[in-house]
């Protein structure tokens, strides 16, 4: 069955130091993979997207993220975290057959000083 | 250009009740989809329409119903409400039916008492 699995339920991380959020996933055919941010109260933004080539992707906000076939995984990384960017982080997969996102149960973030 | 609205943006009903929940697509995407995020949880799919049809459904029961209009955009009705239905309603569209990245929503905030 297609799932998405992001292991780490909550991250605190310093201004200014480096963060990689993970995400595995379980899809018999070649995924089409998503991370999304979720601020408080707010829908979904979606910050990059791998469909196929290259398999480190950019996003938008200096964001990136990793494609492993071999790992089932899709982690995003970003090389130094600003108090912005905590809020909730989503991984997902486009599931063709029933034309839906399958998403992870999410990461929330926090930012200390 | 403006991105997916939702309609309202909160809302409180009491169980028994029905609600219809409305969204507008981003322009140029004919695709809706909806999604419920309960709290704490990643978004789950509840169906999708396109070309005026529901076209895929989740794991959703038949209280859960929508509609697409010829301008694109779709309601989202709930009938017999129950308190597990509280959650977050996000809409999302796309153009077409293939992989590409939905945009979603700021959601409409359901709250079921």
């Known amino acids: 069955a297609q799932s998405v699995t992001q292991p780490d339920i909550h991250i605190t991380v310093s201004e200014g130091a480096s963060l990689e959020l993970r995400c595995n996933y379980s899809y018999g055919a070649t995924p089409y993979l998503f991370w999304y941010v979720q601020s408080p109260g707010q829908g979904l933004q979606l910050l990059l997207k791998?469909?196929?080539?290259?398999?480190l992707v950019q996003g938008i906000k200096g964001f990136e993220a990793e494609f492993k076939r071999s790992q089932s995984s899709f982690n995003l990384r970003k090389p130094s975290v600003h108090w912005s960017d905590a809020a909730e982080y989503f991984c997902a997969v486009f599931y063709n057959q029933g034309g839906k996102l399958i998403f992870g149960q999410g990461t929330e973030l926090s930012v200390k000083p | 250009d403006a991105g997916v609205t939702q309609s309202p943006t909160h809302l409180i009903k009491t169980r028994g009740q029905q609600v219809t929940l409305r969204c507008s697509p981003k322009?140029?995407?004919?695709?809706v989809s909806w999604y419920q995020q309960a709290l704490g949880q990643g978004p789950q799919f509840i169906f999708q329409y396109y070309e005026e049809e529901e076209r895929q459904r989740g794991n959703f029961p038949d209280r859960f119903s929508g509609h697409q209009f010829p301008n694109y955009s779709s309601e989202l009705n709930v009938n017999a409400l129950l308190l597990g239905d509280s959650a977050l309603y996000l809409c999302a569209s796309r153009k077409g039916q293939g992989s590409g990245g939905q945009y979603f929503g700021p959601g409409t905030r359901l709250t079921v008492t």
């Open positions: 791998y469909f196929s080539g290259d398999t």
């Open positions: 322009s140029g995407h004919d695709t």
